[in-house]
Nanobody
Framework: VQLQASGGGSVRTGGSLKLSCAAS?????DFWQSRKAWYRQAPGKQ?????????????NYQDSVKGRFTISRDNAKKTVYLQMNNLEPEDTGVYYC?????????WGRGTEVTVSS
């Protein structure tokens, strides 16, 4: 499984970005049943879970992004999205997509998000 993340950039406080993570080398049924998530790593900090979409279709969010971020997927395109609205400087970091397939974790390379005040 290969994951290619994109959509990062630099925005001001209050701005929006939409991250995409395209999966390849994965059959559609595995993608559909996989757990999908976005993590981020801020400078000098550990990687943390931002949002997840479980295999059952439930979503979970870190408290700090609830109401501002939305994780979604397009199964036909084998793509996971993270819509980020009302961005804050604290959202700055490298965002990584993660897909768990058959108990194995796969990671994308990361896309950088910078939010300035």
């Amino acid at each position: 499984v290969q994951l290619q993340a994109s959509g990062g950039g630099s925005v001001r406080t209050g701005g929006s970005l939409k991250l995409s993570c395209a999966a390849s080398r994965i059959i559609l049924s595995d993608f559909w049943q996989s757990r999908k998530a976005w993590y981020r790593q801020a400078p000098g900090k550990q990687r943390e879970l931002v949002a997840e979409l479980t295999s059952g279709g439930s979503t979970n969010y870190q408290d700090s992004v609830k109401g501002r971020f939305t994780i979604s997927r397009d199964n036909a395109k084998k793509t996971v999205y993270l819509q980020m609205n009302n961005l804050e400087p604290e959202d700055t970091g490298v965002y990584y997509c993660n897909v768990e397939v058959r108990s194995r974790d796969y990671w994308g390379r990361g896309t950088e998000v910078t939010v300035s005040s």
